[in-house]
């Protein structure tokens, strides 16, 4: 499911807002594409009080683990990760799915357990959308 860049801006700022309210963090240092690990410090813990806080803003219901298993589109788990490292089918669809992260972000081998390493506020924009998307239309 791909979205475009207005589709993305319609929801980046009020994102961009729960991720900066979420981190202690300015809304000027959330950029598109930081990585909210490297760039504004998140811990995994963060991520549950994130997706926590987008769904009460957008009124959506976003389940747990869900990036990553959409990550995996198409794939078998053992076509995307052999031992817990991303195969090169993986490293392929993951790359294709995040594409909003820099390229210079994958470097082999990526391990699953890094896969939130990558993740960036565009990232969560894409989920919102995503949720909205597969939420039944209210009137």
């Not at 995040?98 to 391990?111: C, G, M, Y």
């Amino acid at each position: 499911m791909e979205f475009t860049q207005q589709d993305i801006d319609g929801v980046y700022p009020k994102v961009a807002e729960v991720i900066a309210d979420a981190l202690g963090v300015d809304v000027d240092e959330v950029k598109p594409n930081s990585s909210l690990i490297e760039d504004l410090d998140a811990e995994s813990i963060d991520f549950l009080d994130l997706v926590f806080r987008l769904e009460r803003a957008f009124k959506v219901k976003i389940p747990r683990g869900k990036i990553v298993e959409d990550a995996r589109g198409a794939l078998t788990e053992a076509e995307f990760e052999q031992k817990g490292v991303l195969t090169d089918k993986g490293l392929a669809q993951l790359k294709a799915f995040l594409s909003e992260v820099p390229a210079d972000r994958f470097k082999p081998p990526v391990k699953a357990a890094d896969i939130p390493r990558l993740f960036t506020p565009e990232t969560f924009a894409k989920v919102v959308l995503r949720a909205q998307k597969a939420a039944p239309a209210s009137a």
